[in-house]
């Protein structure tokens, strides 16, 4: 009796961790199921396939560094296997190179947005910032 005691609460342990971990995150107490790691790393292959294919201008360099270098990456989950994802490189400390996936993940559904961006501003002997145009205007917040 006793071996068959042990048996079932290891099976019942076994099928628990099996099934439980790893696959579901809660948020604000609503349970959502999550991309396994081959789906991670096939978003990541898609990130950097749809980047590298994006008609960005791209020395080889940056090429190479994109396909070789692990981005940053942010996922957000608002449903099963959906949510917002997000691959960010950073090369030399000067250019970003962004990709954005809206929806549900590797789907036709999903929306994309691939972009890259100068991080260091080249300017002309004379000529202002543009951050320097930035300006706070005074708020009156007792006006009504």
């Given at each position: 009796m006793m071996k068959k005691i042990i048996l079932l609460i290891f099976f019942a342990l076994a099928n628990?961790?099996?099934?439980?971990c790893g696959e579901y995150i809660i948020i604000n107490g609503v349970s959502y199921r999550v991309l396994s790691e081959d789906e991670e790393r096939a978003m990541l292959s898609f990130a950097r396939m749809t980047l590298l294919n994006s008609g960005e201008k791209m020395t080889a360099q940056q090429k190479n560094f994109i396909r070789t270098?692990?981005?940053?990456?942010r996922i957000s989950y608002t449903g099963d296997k959906s949510g917002r994802a997000s691959y960010e490189w950073i090369?030399?400390?000067?250019?970003?190179?962004?990709?954005?996936?809206?929806?549900e993940f590797l789907t036709d559904s999903m929306a994309v947005n691939a972009r890259k961006v100068n991080l260091v501003e080249n300017l002309k002997k004379g000529e202002k910032s543009n951050l320097e145009k930035l300006t706070l205007k005074e708020m009156d917040f007792d006006k009504k």
């Open positions: 628990l961790f099996l099934c439980g270098q692990t981005p940053k990456i090369f030399n400390d000067e250019i970003l190179f962004r990709l954005n996936c809206d929806g």
